[in-house]
């Protein structure tokens, strides 16, 4: 049973959690916009600056530069999915909704600066800045992906590993009861 568990990147698993909405947006009738998240402290603008400045020496815009037509395409799938008779037109319409929401992904970049500034004092992020432009910082920024990745390549492993040595335990002590499993 080495399948047991599976873990997904993190970034993975935010976007799909972020992409899987769509359904069940598409399917409810329209409703009042609600906030989507606790409101932040009010940052100031150089706070705001430096968060910002982190998240583009990061490249945080790569997580979710897709995040548009992402959210349209499941969106097309699931109306599709409902409305069989449509698919045709659904598929034309897909390319105007998405070039008309073009640049909507930005407002997840604000978010963030928005969360980092009330996270981090201005100081605090004016040295995570000085951090990432240093030689310590840029190594960080180009070799902590493949960190993460290997750190999540090694999860899985230990998972898998550790789920056969679960199975096993359980087996033996259903044994000890007389009973194979």
């Known amino acids: 049973m080495k399948n047991v568990l599976k873990f997904l990147p993190a970034a993975t698993l935010a976007a799909g959690l972020a992409l899987s909405a769509a359904p069940a947006v598409a399917q409810q009738p329209a409703q009042p916009k609600a906030a989507a998240a606790p409101a932040q402290p009010k940052a100031s603008p150089a706070a705001i600056a430096a968060a910002r400045e982190i998240l583009q020496i990061k490249n945080a815009t790569a ?42 992904q930005n407002e997840i970049g604000e978010g963030m600066a928005q969360i980092y500034a009330s996270e981090f004092t201005e100081q605090e992020l004016k040295d ?54």
């Not at 409902?82 to 105007?96: F, G, H, R």
Request: aromatic share 8%; proline share 4%; hydrophobic share 45%.
């Open 63 to 104: 997580m979710y530069a897709g995040a548009v037509p992402g959210v349209v395409e499941k969106t097309k799938i699931a109306l599709i999915q409902q409305n069989l008779n449509y698919q045709k037109d659904l598929n034309e319409v897909a390319p105007i909704v998405a070039q008309q929401l073009n640049g909507r």
């Open 128 to 181: 995570l800045v000085t951090f990432y432009k240093s030689p310590l910082g840029k190594k960080l920024i180009e070799a902590e992906p493949r960190a993460i990745g290997l750190s999540m390549a090694f999860m899985n492993s230990w998972a898998q590993n550790f789920a056969d040595t679960v199975m096993g335990a359980f087996r033996a002590e259903m044994r000890k009861r007389g009973k194979e499993i």
